[in-house]
C-alpha cells in the first residue's frame, strides 16, 4: 500500500484548526503562509512573516532559529526569494522536512495550473450537473484525455510561434489556453 509523505498546501487552507488536526495526526505538512501572517519573534512579540526574509537575494533559502509560534502552534518558519523576485514562506512542524523550498512551489504551481485549466481557464468542469459517480469518473477520464491533447498542442505551437512574455515576466496565456485556441 502506498502512503502519503505529506501535504504542501497552499495559502488558502490554512489556519489554527487546520494546522492543529495535522499535528495531532501527526500528519506531515509544509504550508505555504500568507505574508502578513504573524509569527513569533525569538525574545518577545510578532512580526508579519515577510519582516524576516525581505533582505533575501534571489535564489537564497534561510530558516528562522528555532521553532516558532504560530497559529499557537510551535513551528519551523523558513523562507526564499524566488527568481521572479516574489518571497516565498513556509511552515512546517519538523525542520528537516523544509528541503528544496522552489522545487517544491513549481510542484504546486503544476497542481494548480492543472486544477485552472479543467476549472474556469479551460474547461469548465465545475460547471457540470453530474452527480452520479460514475458519470463524474468518465467526465474525468474524458478531461484527462482532453487536457493532455491541449497541452501537447499548446506545447507545439509554443514551439511554432512563442507565447509573448508579459512586462511581469509571465506569459500572456497558459500552455493549456495556447493548445485550447
Known sequence: MEK?????VDR????????????KNEIKFKIRIKHDTR????????????????NLA????????????????????????????????????????????????KRRWEIETLFKGLKSQGFDFEATHLTELDRIETLLALLAIAFCWAHLLGEWLHEQKPIPIKSHCRPAISIIRYGLG
Do not use: C, H
Not at 488558502?12 to 499535528?23: C, K, M, N, P, S
Open 58 to 105: 534571489r535564489g537564497e533559502v534561510i530558516q528562522l532559529r528555532g521553532q516558532r509560534v504560530v497559529w499557537g502552534q510551535k513551528l519551523s518558519v523558513t523562507g526564499t526569494r524566488l527568481m521572479s523576485g516574489e518571497s516565498l514562506i513556509i511552515l512546517s512542524p519538523d525542520a528537516s522536512r523544509v528541503t528544496a523550498i522552489p522545487g517544491d512551489d
Open 39 to 54: 509569527v513569533a519573534r525569538r525574545r518577545n512579540g510578532t512580526a508579519p512573516a515577510r519582516n524576516f526574509f525581505r
Open 4 to 8: 502519503i509523505d505529506g501535504y504542501l
Open 12 to 23: 488558502e487552507f490554512i489556519g489554527t484548526e487546520f494546522v492543529l488536526y495535522l499535528i
